[in-house]
């Protein structure tokens, strides 16, 4: 199947997106483990495997619409602390959600609905699940303060 070029090139970014992202939790998560923070560990783990799977479903459909994948993720700096770790995904996540309602924008401006609905599939992730717990992390250390947050993250 030959699909819209523009679609393809802009999967591709995303693509690389997904893949940063996908870097970005995994360094955090390790860094996390490292430093005790089970809770935070795990579930940065999850969000690593989510993005996989996110960055799997974009090579497919590029595969599928005749193009071939860029998989050099996009650059990033990972935090240094548990605030800046958590702001960064977060920030990311923000980069994402624009990402992909522009890319859902551009499909749907050259008639390629499955490639539409394969992104909304992704927004709903990324606003419902990934970025609304970032935000509710970030409001916990506000409303409690670091270390009792990080007394909470260092439990099994």
Same mark, same amino acid.
């Given at each position: 199947?030959?699909?819209?070029?523009?679609?393809?090139?802009?999967?591709? /970014?995303?693509?690389?997106?997904?893949? &940063? &992202?996908?870097?970005?939790?995994? *360094? =955090? $998560?390790? *860094?996390?483990?490292?430093?005790?923070?089970?809770?935070?560990?795990?579930?940065?783990?999850?969000?690593?495997?989510? +993005?996989?799977?996110? &960055?799997?479903?974009? *090579?497919? !459909?590029?595969?599928?619409?005749?193009?071939? #994948?860029?998989? !050099? #993720?996009?650059?990033?700096? #990972?935090?240094?602390?548990? #605030? +800046?770790?958590?702001?960064?995904?977060?920030?990311?996540?923000? +980069?994402? !959600?624009?990402?992909?309602?522009?890319?859902?924008?551009?499909?749907? $401006?050259?008639?390629?609905?499955?490639?539409?609905?394969?992104?909304?599939?992704?927004?709903?992730?990324?606003?419902?699940? =990934?970025?609304?717990?970032?935000?509710? /992390?970030?409001?916990?250390?506000?409303?409690?303060?670091?270390?009792?947050?990080? /007394?909470?993250? $260092? /439990?099994?």
């Amino acid at each position: 199947m030959q699909g819209n070029p523009q679609v393809i090139d802009y999967f591709k /970014q995303l693509v690389r997106g997904e893949l &940063a &992202a996908r870097d970005q939790y995994f *360094i =955090h $998560s390790r *860094i996390y483990e490292d430093q005790g923070f089970v809770k935070l560990y795990t579930r940065l783990d999850h969000e690593m495997q989510e +993005e996989t799977q996110h &960055a799997d479903a974009l *090579i497919r !459909r590029i595969l599928l619409l005749g193009g071939l #994948p860029d998989m !050099r #993720p996009k650059e990033f700096t #990972p935090g240094q602390t548990v #605030p +800046e770790m958590l702001q960064k995904d977060l920030d990311t996540e923000y +980069e994402v !959600r624009e990402a992909l309602k522009q890319g859902m924008a551009l499909c749907e $401006s050259v008639g390629d609905y499955v490639s539409r609905d394969l992104l909304l599939a992704q927004l709903k992730d990324t606003e419902e699940d =990934h970025a609304y717990w970032l935000e509710k /992390q970030l409001g916990l250390i506000d409303k409690v303060g670091l270390e009792n947050y990080l /007394q909470t993250q $260092s /439990q099994a």
